[in-house]
């Protein structure tokens, strides 16, 4: 079946350092794939999308890569600062197995904490 | 709006009750999304609108579960006799194209649903 994977334990990394966040799917060929970030309480926001044929997007201190070969995506923060703390989700446009119509498929998220 | 706006934030009712959530999307985007996520969990795909046309409604669980969007652009979804594994946080997310996943989506805040 298709599952997508991210590490559910915390990261906790100091201020200043890059945070790498990994999102790891199987069974599945993805045209795109977008990371969001969620706060507490409020819905998540998008940060970046990249394309099948696209290996790195870099939007100022965030980056994204995307390994078709190992089928995954990393999300780097860097510089990161206590604001960046949330939980970052990664999405595919994925077949459903159910019904084979195609749907923004999430991640269950990774919580970043960024200690001062 | 600057955003998608969701009505109430947070509802309380008693189980066999009915509820009804509303969404009001960003104006002109053509597709309007809802989805249900669990604590810990990223937000899982129910059903998806084209304007006033509900083209997927795949994900709703049950067919206690009802969405419309009448006039293409404010989207309510209804939940008829609730059940408590209805408590959840159901979001509602914009976007200016269609269903594919180069379209990033703009998320409400959502609504927190908790049945007694």
């Known amino acids: 079946s298709q599952k997508i994977e991210q590490n559910s334990e915390a990261l906790n990394i100091q201020e200043g350092k890059t945070a790498t966040l990994t999102c790891n799917y199987t069974?599945?060929?993805?045209?795109?794939l977008q990371w969001y970030r969620q706060d507490p309480g409020r819905g998540p926001v998008f940060l970046l999308l990249?394309?099948?044929?696209?290996k790195e997007k870099r939007k100022e201190r965030l980056k994204v890569t995307f390994d078709t070969t190992l089928k995954q995506s990393l999300f780097h923060i860097t510089a990161s600062q206590p604001a960046d703390s949330a939980t970052y989700l990664c999405?595919?446009?994925?077949?459903?197995?159910?019904?084979?119509?195609?749907?923004?498929?999430f991640g269950s998220g990774t919580r970043l904490q960024v200690q001062p | 709006g600057a955003g998608v706006s969701q009505s109430p934030r947070y509802k309380v009712a008693k189980r066999g009750q009915d509820v009804a959530l509303r969404c009001d999307p960003i104006?002109?985007?053509?597709?309007l999304f809802w989805y249900q996520q669990a604590l810990g969990q990223g937000p899982e795909f129910l059903t998806y609108?084209?304007?006033?046309?509900?083209?997927?409604k795949s994900g709703l669980p049950s067919d206690r579960f009802f969405a419309e969007r009448p006039e293409g652009s404010v989207s309510t979804l209804k939940i008829q006799r609730t059940q408590q594994e209805d408590s959840a946080v159901y979001l509602c997310?914009?976007?200016?194209?269609?269903?594919?996943?180069?379209?990033?989506?703009?998320f409400g805040d959502g609504t927190r649903l908790s049945i007694l």
């Open positions: 997310a914009s976007s200016l194209g269609g269903r594919e996943g180069n379209q990033p989506q703009h």
């Open positions: 069974n599945y060929s993805p045209a795109y």
């Open positions: 104006s002109g985007h053509v597709s």
């Open positions: 609108f084209q304007n006033e046309a509900q083209l997927d």
């Open positions: 999405a595919l446009d994925m077949k459903r197995a159910d019904t084979g119509r195609r749907a923004l498929t």
């Open positions: 990249i394309r099948e044929n696209e």
